[in-house]
């Protein structure tokens, strides 16, 4: 602190002075620090605002993904399509889609619990034929009264997706007796399931054939189709994309929520 020794009246003018020069010094200080601030919000505006860009450009493609997803129906239907189309060309008969069968199909899937491992291989394994009756049917609403002979069943899983025709050929048609289950003249009727496993991989793809009638075979209770998610299964009329992944979406909400209440909060 300074102190001014003389006159009374000179040491009034130079506290004045002192005045000024502390109030012109503080103002200086204020003006710098705001300056520093609105540069630091300009830029950080700047920064939320392409953050903002980012996501929602990334949103909209991801939802334009799963349009596109629906729009090309049910990836169980498709299996079905592909599979007849390949047996029509080896002329064999076409199989009937018969969603109560297909179903079954997808609980067929869900009774490995995602262990692509138990699928094939010296791992291998399957459920019970006791699991069609038991559990099976009850799950899909299908009358076990109307239950029919398996005659065949092909399945596969893979950590990536395959749409219908490359998951037919890269996954379900390993071998001599694959094809073997596909021709075969016993089959009457067709139920296909794909299902992921919480959104994501690994995937499975399931092909049960039976020997039933087919306008009474694996029938709904009530005559409707019970659907279940996760995963699609054929014949039940659904535009399902319950196969594929939507984790993305799910994590891109909650990115452009936050982004936008940081960006309102800082733009006053």
């Given at each position: ?82 599979l007849n189309s390949n047996r029509t060309a080896h002329k064999d008969p076409a199989l009937f889609d018969n969603p109560g069968l297909a179903c079954i199909a ?112 694996f029938a709904f209770e009530g005559g409707v189709a019970k659907l279940t998610r996760p995963g ?37």
């Open positions: 602190m300074a102190v001014f020794v003389g006159a009374p009246e000179n040491q009034k003018q130079a506290g004045k002075q002192w005045k000024k020069h502390r109030r012109r010094s503080t103002l200086c200080f204020i003006s710098s620090l705001l300056s520093s601030l609105s540069l630091s919000l300009s830029l950080l505006e700047k920064v939320m605002g392409m953050l903002t860009w980012f996501l929602f450009t990334s949103l909209l493609l991801s939802t334009s993904a799963d349009t596109q997803k629906k729009i090309t129906d049910n990836p169980a239907d498709e299996l079905v399509a592909v997808l609980q067929y899937i869900k009774a490995y619990e995602g262990d692509c491992k138990a699928v094939g291989g010296p791992n291998a394994k399957k459920p019970a034929d006791s699991k069609f009756a038991e559990t099976f049917a009850p799950n899909c609403g299908v009358l076990a009264s109307s239950l029919s002979p398996i005659t065949g069943r092909l399945l596969g899983c893979d950590s990536k997706y395959f749409h219908a025709s490359e998951a037919f050929s890269e996954i379900l048609m390993k071998n001599e007796k694959s094809l073997e289950i596909l021709y075969n003249k016993n089959h009457t009727e067709v139920g296909a399931a794909v299902s992921g496993t919480d959104g994501g991989g690994p995937y499975f793809w399931c092909v049960l054939f039976s020997s039933g009638k087919t306008n009474s075979s699609c299964y054929s014949g039940a009329n659904d535009d399902c994309s319950g196969a594929a992944d939507w984790s993305l979406t799910r994590f891109l909400w909650p990115c452009l929520s936050v982004a936008l209440l940081v960006l309102s909060h800082y733009s006053g």
